[in-house]
Nanobody
Framework: QVQLVESGGGLVQAGGSLRLSCAASKSIFGINDMGWYRQAPGKQRELVAAITRGGSTNYADSVKGRFTISRDNAKNTAYLQMNSLTPEDTAVYYC?????????WGKGTLVTVSS
């Protein structure tokens, strides 16, 4: 069973930066989109950023210009560089890999931004 493991979360002051990583526990053939989602307390999970196998990206309006998603296909790893963080970015961040008709999810990493 493939597992996705996120890392890089933590506590940071407003204006700071964090870099999240998401690695698959073993090689996965044919990963299409990789994405990062987040869920804040009392809110629904939302898409933060996604990247196709070819490198096309899309971002939630709230993070455009501050967050950058990237991927390393050889390592089956996704990254999320988060800059200029605000308290509104506080949430559990989940990675998602889409492989054919299947979705793989990580268990999440908590990002807390203090004011």
């Amino acid at each position: 069973q493939v597992q996705l493991v996120e890392s890089g979360g933590g506590l940071v002051q407003a204006g700071g930066s964090l870099r999240l990583s998401c690695a698959a526990s073993k090689s996965i053939f044919g990963i299409n989109d990789m994405g990062w989602y987040r869920q804040a307390p009392g809110k629904q999970r939302e898409l933060v950023a996604a990247i196709t196998r070819g490198g096309s990206t899309n971002y939630a309006d709230s993070v455009k210009g501050r967050f950058t998603i990237s991927r390393d296909n050889a390592k089956n790893t996704a990254y999320l560089q988060m800059n200029s963080l605000t308290p509104e970015d506080t949430a559990v961040y989940y990675c998602n890999f889409k492989v054919l008709s299947m979705d793989y999810w990580g268990k999440g990493t908590l990002v807390t931004v203090s004011s």
